[in-house]
């Protein structure tokens, strides 16, 4: 049995309701007079779509700053191995030069953590 009352759900992303709105305003546009949208008293089409235009001019600013933002990432990340290295080096070798003292880590900005380190639960069956 078909269903009678099927669900018409409205995306809950900006840039999926934003393809959605630009797709129902073309339509409302192409059946000019004949549109029903016109008997909408709420809303009206001819003032949501400037608002459609800026919103959508937006969201692809957004997108042209993600893809750029992603490359800045990937940029950054070439560099971070040699940098963790250099650090974890660095901290090997002044655990050794200040074993007696290793709160002169500090001086170098390094975090000395004296807490235990908390005991792993198991979980038992």
């Known amino acids: 049995m078909p269903n009678t009352n099927p669900r018409i759900p409205i995306p809950k992303d900006p840039e999926s309701m934003l393809a ?7 339509k409302h546009e192409e059946l000019g007079t004949a549109s ?3 008997a909408m ?7 949501v779509a ?11 600013q957004i997108n042209d700053l993600e893809n750029r933002l992603e490359i800045l990432y990937q940029e950054r990340n070439r560099h971070l191995p040699a ?5 974890a080096s660095s901290r090997n070798l002044l655990k050794g030069v200040h074993a ?14 004296h ?7 198991t979980i038992q069956g």
Request: positive net charge.
């Open 20 to 26: 959605l709105a630009g797709d129902v305003h073309k």
């Open 36 to 38: 029903p949208l016109l």
């Open 41 to 47: 008293e709420d809303f009206n089409w001819r003032e």
């Open 50 to 60: 400037p608002q459609l235009a800026t919103a959508t001019a937006l969201q692809e």
């Open 83 to 87: 940098i963790k290295g250099a650090l």
């Open 100 to 113: 007696g003292n290793l709160k002169k880590l500090g001086d170098y900005g390094f975090t000395v953590d």
């Open 115 to 121: 807490t235990p380190l908390a005991k792993k639960k």
